[in-house]
């Protein structure tokens, strides 16, 4: 990576910051369990839509042994509304028995763990990661990835190869907030199918790649 690279990265968090200084996460969680649940949940599946099923679930459901001690087609009715609801469900159930047999109900705070735990990947470990304050991550999702394409900061596909290359672009302490500022831009402006590029903040930092 030269420097011109770095401090053109570097110009389009700081265009975004100013243009959606509230950017955060938009999943509603109120611990580490919940925030796992959610962040699971929210595969293929809209924040906004999580949102709406979870307090009904974690209401049923209060804490990890009680996740452990259901079986998944106890939360379908729960779930029903989101895409790939039983699978999502079988991995909170067998998720949240590893929880309660390997780490004391408490769901774990390394990388690790995170991701030997079903339904948590690398991009889902790194969220709860940033979310819980534990380690500084700049996780790929299918927003960030076209993102970072979009803007000429990579050409890989592989989120992992993605992020290795999105950590050496950036400064350590814009990590965190790079990744949620993307997730923004990507649902609001930049979207996958008709980007927004007149009202775009960083348009004249923007090669376009791949847009027409």
Known sequence: MTDEARARALEVVRRLDA???????????????????????????????VNRVTPGLFARFPDAAALARAEPEQLWPHLRTLGLFRNKARA????????????????????????????????????????????????????????ARRLGFTRQLAPGKVEAELRVLFPHDWWAQGHQLLVWHGRRCCTARAPDCDRCPVGGLCPRRGVC
């Open 19 to 49: 243009a959606m200084p509230g950017a955060r996460i938009e999943l509603d969680f109120a611990n580490d369990l919940q925030l796992m649940v959610a962040v699971i949940l929210s595969a293929q599946s809209t924040d906004k839509g």
């Open 92 to 147: 909170i159930v067998a998720a949240a028995r590893r929880v309660v047999e390997q780490h004391g109900g408490q769901v774990p705070r390394t990388r690790e763990a995170l991701e030997a735990l079903p339904g948590v990947g690398q991009k889902s470990a790194g969220v709860i990661l940033l979310q819980q304050g534990v380690e500084a991550a700049f996780p790929v999702d299918t927003h960030v990835g076209r993102l």
